[in-house]
């Protein structure tokens, strides 16, 4: 990604022919992957020239000049549809960029479309989208993961270097495994929520895809920071982002970023992660990580975490609960489409346009988190969830006040099947006890590509191994994760 900012800078290739190949690359592969909303040609062609028009003026064209980047269709982008991937959505155009888009936009960046999701980022495979299902650049006939399958699948797919996500319980690390690239969740608070559409606000992140860990610390470093307009939003310490990336104007290459020594550092194995209910190729892929960061140098040993028998039903109380309330606007009233006649009054309006337009899994999880919260039953499920994240956490604390990162595997084995979840989706919740983890603690944390599976019929197709860190500390996650990439290459 880098490489594509300073040809663009110092005009060995233009923006426009960058872009250009981008935009092509993602019609290719549009029809097989379905990794795509909208593809907004027009769109880029145009901010691509405007790049090159400032680049022949002698004006600043910034650090990810002319870079293609494709952003989650639940992140608002001015004059372009963002539907969430729902039909209650359908037709929305937004009227003004989130945020992390602004800010990508203002570093050089160029949107050339949005990417399909599970409706409103719920779901783990990506097949719970109005648009269709997305799937998996190296094997179609499996998912490419969830929610932000299509932000996964597009760079897995070599379509663009960079692509944002969004993550509330592992949903830009688990498709970033799937599809074989760096997924990675911030600090909570460290990329500012405003524009990101709610589904469970206390997990909610926007998340980032990418080639490298390196694309994914350049990316972060343009978009970091408060935002008057999020009161969640918090300032990450900026100075890191550049010695993440390997680079920077002034400074000199840091020597873990660039996969050095790791003399010193100390990782913990959840013991509860490396066992039971992970696949031999997970277990595997775990042990590869184990070894390559043992021949850096780095001493690795055992920590627990008792409470992970409790994360997957304590996030999915939580979440549902959240969404419950978040999505209670989109009720044909003010927010989304309308089924109904308004002279059939306003609860059957509301019941015909939530119940035709929400899809099964959000009505499931709405459903699920409306009994969590009703009267006799929110002690006894939300408060007492809210209970169990604070033990979580506190077990986290204490375990990474003893080493750099914790280890895990990102999934329990490579990508499912398509359809293979369909029929019991709780057996796909499961699928988020390694992820969940860091959305509930709210510290960051980052899946890197780990090897490949060799079990019968999923030979070759990627498998992720997750750092997690301490809360603010994401520049110092990301060297650590670069290390371990350059290690497994």
């Keep these: 990604m880098r490489a594509i900012a300073e040809s663009v800078a110092?005009?060995?290739?233009?923006?426009?022919?960058?872009?250009?190949?981008?935009?092509?690359?993602?019609?290719?592969?549009?029809?097989?992957?379905?990794?795509?909303?909208?593809?907004?040609?027009?769109?880029?062609?145009?901010?691509?020239?405007?790049?090159?028009?400032?680049?022949?003026?002698?004006?600043?064209?910034?650090?990810?000049?002319?870079?293609?980047?494709?952003?989650?269709?639940?992140?608002?982008?001015?004059?372009?549809?963002?539907?969430?991937?729902?039909?209650?959505?359908?037709?929305?155009?937004?009227?003004?960029?989130?945020?992390?888009?602004?800010?990508?936009?203002?570093?050089?960046?160029?949107?050339?479309?949005?990417?399909?999701?599970?409706?409103?980022?719920?779901?783990?495979?990506?097949?719970?989208?109005?648009?269709?299902?997305?799937?998996?650049?190296?094997?179609?006939?499996?998912?490419?993961?969830?929610?932000?399958?299509?932000?996964?699948?597009?760079?897995?797919?070599?379509?663009?270097?960079?692509?944002?996500?969004?993550?509330?319980?592992?949903?830009?690390?688990?498709?970033?495994?799937?599809?074989?690239?760096?997924?990675?969740?911030?600090?909570?608070?460290?990329?500012?929520?405003?524009?990101?559409?709610?589904?469970?606000?206390?997990?909610?992140?926007?998340?980032?895809?990418?080639?490298?860990?390196?694309?994914?610390?350049?990316?972060?470093?343009?978009?970091?920071?408060?935002?008057?307009?999020?009161?969640?939003?918090?300032?990450?310490?900026?100075?890191?982002?550049a010695a993440a990336a390997g680079a920077g104007p002034g400074a000199a290459p840091d020597p873990v970023a660039a996969g050095g020594d790791l003399t010193g550092a100390r990782f913990g194995?959840?013991?509860?992660?490396?066992?039971?209910?992970?696949?031999?190729?997970?277990?595997?892929?775990?042990?590869?990580?184990?070894?390559?960061?043992e021949s850096r140098g780095a001493e690795v040993v055992e920590v627990s975490l008792p409470g992970t028998a409790l994360a997957v039903a304590c996030y999915y109380v939580i979440a549902a609960a959240e969404a419950s309330s978040n999505l209670a606007r989109y009720s044909g009233m003010l927010y989304g489409q309308r089924v109904g006649a308004e002279r059939e009054g306003q609860e059957l309006v509301m019941r015909a346009t939530r119940g035709a337009l929400f899809g099964r899994e959000v009505k499931r999880r709405i459903l699920l988190g409306s009994f969590a919260l009703s009267a006799g039953y929110y002690d006894a499920y939300y408060g007492r969830a809210l209970k169990v994240r604070q033990r979580l956490t506190r077990e986290m604390d204490a375990a990474l006040g003893r080493v750099d990162a914790l280890v895990t595997p990102t999934a329990p084995g490579p990508a499912y099947a398509s359809d293979e979840k369909t029929a019991d989706p709780l057996s796909m919740y499961v699928g988020d006890v390694a992820t969940c983890l860091a959305n509930l603690s709210g510290g960051p944390a980052v899946s890197v590509p780990c090897g490949t599976a060799v079990g019968a019929g999923v030979r070759g197709l990627p498998l992720g191994v997750q750092l997690i860190g301490r809360a603010g500390a994401d520049a110092a996650l990301l060297r650590l994760a670069a290390a371990l990439e350059a290690a497994l290459a």
């Design 10 to 241: 110092q005009g060995r290739v233009s923006a426009t022919e960058t872009v250009a190949a981008a935009l092509d690359r993602a019609e290719a592969a549009q029809a097989e992957l379905n990794a795509f909303i909208v593809i907004d040609r027009a769109g880029a062609e145009s901010a691509a020239a405007a790049i090159d028009e400032r680049r022949a003026a002698g004006l600043p064209v910034g650090p990810l000049a002319g870079v293609p980047v494709a952003v989650k269709d639940n992140l608002a982008t001015v004059g372009l549809p963002t539907t969430a991937a729902s039909r209650i959505l359908a037709g929305y155009v937004s009227p003004f960029d989130a945020t992390v888009v602004a800010r990508l936009k203002s570093a050089g960046a160029v949107v050339i479309g949005k990417t399909n999701l599970d409706e409103f980022g719920m779901g783990s495979t990506g097949e719970n989208s109005a648009f269709g299902p997305t799937r998996n650049p190296h094997d179609p006939g499996r998912v490419a993961g969830g929610s932000s399958s299509g932000s996964a699948a597009a760079v897995g797919a070599g379509v663009v270097p960079l692509a944002l996500g969004s993550d509330t319980g592992g949903s830009s690390r688990l498709p970033a495994a799937f599809c074989g690239i760096v997924g990675f969740k911030p600090t909570y608070g460290g990329l500012s929520r405003y524009g990101l559409f709610s589904y469970a606000s206390s997990l909610d992140q926007v998340g980032l895809l990418g080639r490298s860990v390196a694309d994914v610390a350049a990316a972060l470093g343009v978009m970091a920071g408060s935002d008057p307009r999020d009161a969640t939003s918090v300032d990450l310490e900026p100075a890191g982002w």
């Design 269 to 293: 194995v959840v013991e509860e992660l490396a066992g039971e209910g992970f696949g031999p190729d997970a277990l595997a892929s775990l042990a590869a990580a184990r070894a390559a960061l």
